[in-house]
């Protein structure tokens, strides 16, 4: 593993949000589900795709406060553009987990 210096870590922007809209996207390669993320402020809602269908359903996302790279650029997911990165961790069968703060924060907020 390559290590990185504070600057290079200051590059990547991982903002908290808000989960305001989530639809299923049978049309994925993989089961996954489209996001629309709140971040409030300037960045306002962005979107993204998940495969997270085994511990998540688009009911239980709703509200939900989640952890996001904001700074990539868009990506095409098949007819879907991704504008930001949920990020996730892997349970015991490699299968993603959200993660996000254990208490309410404001939204928007820039993890450091």
């Known amino acids: 593993m390559d290590d990185i210096d504070f ?27 489209k996001l629309w993320v709140d971040f409030g402020g300037e960045l306002g809602v962005r979107k993204s795709s998940a495969q ?25 997911i098949g007819k879907f553009m991704s504008e930001i990165l949920v990020l996730g961790l892997p349970d015991e069968n490699n299968e993603v987990v959200l993660i996000g703060p254990d208490q309410p924060v404001p939204t928007g907020g820039r993890m450091h």
Request: proline share 12%; hydrophobic share 40%; no cysteine.
């Open 7 to 33: 600057d290079d870590f200051l590059k990547v922007d991982i903002r908290v949000g808000r989960v305001v809209d989530a639809q299923p996207y049978p049309e994925a390669r993989k089961p996954a589900i």
């Open 52 to 76: 997270i269908t085994k511990h998540y359903t688009p009911e239980t996302l709703i509200g939900k406060q989640v952890m996001a790279v904001v700074n990539f650029p868009p990506r095409q």
